[in-house]
């Protein structure tokens, strides 16, 4: 479906009333002249209150385990099969009809397909990255546990799939700016990804043959089956869990322990404002499947005495699935007032920020007749953002486009014009007059844009030469950048050893947290510089997880 220039603005302002709404109705005063019954009242959010627990008599069965992983994505799956090759009897429930897999990327250091092919990663400048990335708010050793132990379970990861006849090979990210001089656009080859598989039919493979193995091996995987409350004896132990199929009640009980691995909260509203609220200012969200991602794992966690991940937490938001021709290359960028407001060479969170921070959550990308020739010179960066983001995206996931055979750049940009999303004018004038900027601002902001081109050096913004091209030829161009949420991968205040922690910072026996639901490894924003680092994380420390709780011992 494509937007127009009315349908982006009308969508903008829609949800900045929604994000306003909330904050306004969190600052209201309580009480006061008001005296309507409703008055000084809010909602209480799903996780304030603590629901009465299901009788027993409602319980029609009871499924007895040694381990209950809730959640059949890639971070459960990992630990479900983990768990069940440690001699575990481990169950595996899901609310879905399916377990959840998407995209491909998948990052690890120092695996086999990374030596054969003469890849090495400086360790300890990838970690230090990270956590500057973080701003210094993600737990390090967690970090530190992925890169160092990531290589080994990757190699087991790589020795299933050649059981099924695929094969490993390095990603797109593998080559972008590994040896990038600043550490905010420095990327790594971490990524890997399955040769021949699809955007989603990659991680749905893997998923799949994680479960045909976890099942060989002796476990038991219920889907339909919603997980409802975790069950507590009496010193406050995670014991088990209760799940609804149907209108039906079943216990789970879990002897060694209890690993929730839910996902993210990116579709509840209120957790949402709550811990990540720059994301209400988002164009839409790319998640799928739809209802899967309701934070259920934080309400049970929180109700039985957890506690969240401290600060703020770090989303998933790109700019892919729409937006307008080159969108993402790194030509002169502008807000809604037609100022340029940072150096354009950026990564796809550092592009995505400026938008949801952004007046009215505009910005266009400019350009101009010559953008053929230029887009040749731009920097390795502009490039990888190009053939992994904007406009393409939407048909590299539904397959009928591969970043590797993109149709010619003239193709591309009468895609935008068609589709809505990419502006043409004969002026720069008449090109603001369109998409509704303020002309003489964005007259004055590419004349001095030009000056630093002839002069060679960006004073302002401090942009790479590469990328610092003249705007001066008709037609000129305006792409709309889009801001899409994926996932928000913080969650649960956990330990080094992926412990749920109560709000005394107690781990809370018998309850262990990996990937998205999982907090403390991720903080601000999601960076980069590890393509593939979302899985890769859930891979790892899911693997890591089901093994350690099956054996009765502590990730080490
Ligand atoms: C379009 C898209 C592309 C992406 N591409 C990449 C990529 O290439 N590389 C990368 O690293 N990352 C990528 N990501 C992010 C990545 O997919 C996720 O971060 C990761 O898969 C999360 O895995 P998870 O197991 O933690 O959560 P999920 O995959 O969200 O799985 C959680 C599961 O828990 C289930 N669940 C929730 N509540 C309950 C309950 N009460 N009872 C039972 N089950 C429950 C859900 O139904 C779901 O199946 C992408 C994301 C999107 C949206």
Redesign the pocket.
């Given at each position: 479906m494509s937007i127009n220039r009315r349908d982006f603005l009308k969508g903008a302002v829609t949800m900045g009333a929604l994000a306003g709404a909330g904050s306004l109705a969190a600052c209201a005063p309580q009480g006061g002249a008001d005296d309507s019954p409703t008055a000084g009242t809010t909602k209480a959010r799903s996780w304030e209150t603590v629901p009465d627990p299901i009788p027993e008599n409602d319980i029609s069965e009871t499924v007895e385990a040694d381990v209950v992983i809730?959640?059949?994505?890639?971070?459960?799956?990992t630990a479900f099969m983990h768990a069940c090759e440690a001699g575990a009897k481990a169950v595996i429930?899901?609310?879905?009809s399916q377990?959840?897999?998407?995209?491909?990327?998948?990052?690890a250091v120092n695996t086999r397909v990374q030596k054969a092919a003469g890849v090495s990663i400086d360790k300890g400048q990838l970690v230090s990255d990270l956590v500057k990335a973080s701003g210094y708010k993600a737990n390090g050793s967690l970090i530190k546990l992925w890169a160092d132990k990531s290589g080994e379970v990757f190699d087991r990861i790589i020795d299933l799939a050649a059981d099924h006849d695929a094969e490993f090979v390095l990603g797109m990210g593998s080559s972008a700016t590994a040896n990038a001089p600043d550490f905010t656009t420095r990327t790594y080859p971490t990524?890997h990804?399955l040769a021949g598989y699809g955007?989603?039919e990659c991680?749905e493979a893997l998923v799949g043959w994680m479960q045909e193995r976890a099942l060989a091996n002796g476990g038991a995987s219920y889907y339909k089956?919603?997980?409802?409350q975790l069950l507590k004896d009496g010193s406050g132990n995670i014991i088990g869990v209760v799940?609804s199929q149907g209108s039906s009640y079943v216990k789970y009980t879990a002897s060694k322990g209890v690993i929730l691995?839910?996902?993210?909260y990116g579709g509840n509203e209120d957790m949402v404002a709550e811990w990540c609220p720059l994301v209400g200012r988002v164009h839409g969200?790319?998640?799928?499947?739809p209802?899967?991602?309701?934070g259920?794992?934080i309400n049970?966690a929180l109700w039985a005495g957890a506690s969240m991940q401290p600060g703020n937490h770090g989303p998933?938001v790109h700019p892919?699935?729409g937006g307008g021709a080159l969108c993402t290359a790194s030509f002169l960028r502008v807000n809604a007032n037609g100022k340029r407001f940072a150096d354009e060479n950026t990564t796809l969170p550092g592009i995505t920020d400026a938008v949801m921070s952004s007046a009215k959550r505009t910005v266009w990308t400019i350009f101009d007749a010559d953008y053929e020739s230029q887009m040749a010179s731009m920097s390795a960066l502009s490039t990888y953002n190009f053939n992994t983001a904007g406009s393409l995206t939407k048909y590299f996931?539904d397959g009928s486009m591969t970043p590797d055979a993109v149709p010619p750049l003239p193709e591309i940009v009468q895609m935008g014009i068609d589709e809505g999303a990419t502006f043409e004018g004969q002026t720069l004038e008449e090109l603001a007059t369109t998409i509704d900027v303020p002309a003489d601002a964005l007259v004055a902001t590419v004349a001095r844009y030009n000056e630093l081109v002839d002069l060679g050096v960006d004073e302002d913004f401090g942009k790479d030469p590469a990328c610092l091209k003249p705007i001066a030829k008709a037609p000129f161009y305006a792409s709309q950048v889009p801001a899409k949420l994926?996932?928000i991968?913080g969650g649960l205040n956990v330990d080094d050893q992926l412990r749920v922690l109560d709000s005394e910072e107690r781990p809370i026996e018998g309850l262990f947290a990996?990937?998205?639901?999982?907090g403390n490894f991720f903080a601000n924003d999601y960076p980069i510089c590890a393509?593939?680092?979302?899985?890769?994380r859930?891979i790892t420390l899911?693997a890591l997880l089901g093994a350690a709780v099956a054996k009765g011992s502590l990730v080490q």
């Open positions: 809730i959640g059949a994505g890639v971070a459960g799956m429930i899901e609310k879905m377990p959840s897999a998407r995209g491909l990327d998948m990052a990524d990804n955007v989603h991680m089956t919603r997980a409802e799940a691995a839910t996902g993210d969200t790319a998640y799928i499947p209802e899967a991602n309701t259920d794992g049970m998933m892919i699935q996931m994926l996932v991968p990996c990937g998205n639901v999982q393509p593939g680092l979302s899985h890769g859930c899911g």
